[in-house]
């Protein structure tokens, strides 16, 4: 079985005596199997979990176009004379598909923890995904039989969606064109307005639309003149022509991109204003 990571011991409740060594190791295993020990019946077992909390980790650089987003599963030992039969603890994270089982090393029955009430740990790497709920379940091994009480602890997280900060970064967000900010300029010369801007590599198509609108920020209630869709084939940067009537004033830019799945808080619709100028250089558009 792939030995998933390590886990370190991080909070202290009292703070005397020498500081325990005692460290987690997490191993992920099979979809839906279960710890040996469950099978049979122990002599003693060891208090159930303290504590159990999850959150949201900071974002990890992998050197990959986007970093990943996990959560931070965090659990509490109560230091007692159980310990000594303490010999794992066991994570569950429903949709999540495999869970964990975690050996202390040393073992609590090799550790000076005198003067500690209870120890807490915490399990990372677990990928999150945005706007989605985390049921997580963590027991002490050994545990009683099957139809008995697990004594399990329980709790649930709800990970933001894609208006977060944070979670925005995402790849599933950034597929959605979360991130998606257009440097737009144009070119205003002998009715035709010439228009190059960022294009995203997760969305391909563009329709591209020219209007007189008063309004700085939309064309809506505006008139359209011409509208063009453009495939950028993958392209970070385009450009295409739109033919223009009438005079300069007014005139805006709208593009709109077909990011697939996309998500009500990332904004689809891109408005600018048009810069008239004599001598038709180009001037950059504030989207």
């Known amino acids: 079985m792939k030995i998933l990571m390590f886990i ?3 909070t202290l ?3 005397c005596g020498s500081y325990p060594q005692t460290v987690a190791i997490c191993e992920k295993r099979l979809e839906e199997s279960v710890p040996e020990e469950w099978m049979f019946e122990a002599d003693a077992r060891p208090s159930n979990l303290a504590a159990l909390n999850v959150s949201l980790a900071e974002p990890e650089d992998t050197h990959e176009d986007q970093p990943k987003l996990a959560l931070t599963i965090s659990w509490a030992i109560s230091i007692d004379q159980s310990n000594d039969h303490l010999v794992g603890t066991w994570i ?27 120890l807490w740990f915490n399990l990372t790497g677990v990928e999150a995904e945005p706007e989605k709920t985390y049921y997580v379940s963590g027991y002490n091994i050994p545990m009683p039989v099957i139809g008995d009480d697990s004594g399990s602890k329980d709790t649930q997280f709800q990970t933001p969606g894609c208006s977060d900060k944070t979670m925005m970064h995402h790849d599933s967000c950034v597929r959605k064109g979360c991130l998606w900010d257009p440097n737009v300029t144009s070119i205003h010369s002998k009715n035709q307005v ?16 020219l209007c007189r609108s008063k309004s700085e920020l939309e064309c809506t209630g505006g008139e359209y003149i011409s509208k063009v869709t453009t495939f950028t084939d993958g392209e970070s940067r385009w450009m295409t022509t739109l033919n223009s ?3 300069c004033d007014f005139l805006h830019i709208e593009i709109v991109p077909t990011f697939p799945g996309w998500h009500p808080y990332c904004a689809r619709t891109r408005t600018a204003k048009v810069h008239c100028t004599p001598t038709g250089k180009y001037h950059k558009i504030m989207s």
């Open 13 to 15: 409740v009292t703070a």
């Open 8 to 10: 370190s011991l991080f």
């Open 92 to 118: 569950s994270i429903l949709g999540h598909g495999n869970p964990f089982r975690c050996q202390y090393q040393p073992p609590f029955n090799e550790t000076d923890t005198t003067g500690y009430e209870q």
């Open 245 to 247: 009537t009438g005079p």
């Open 194 to 209: 010439e228009v190059s801007f960022t294009s995203s590599k997760y969305s391909t198509e563009y329709i591209i639309r």
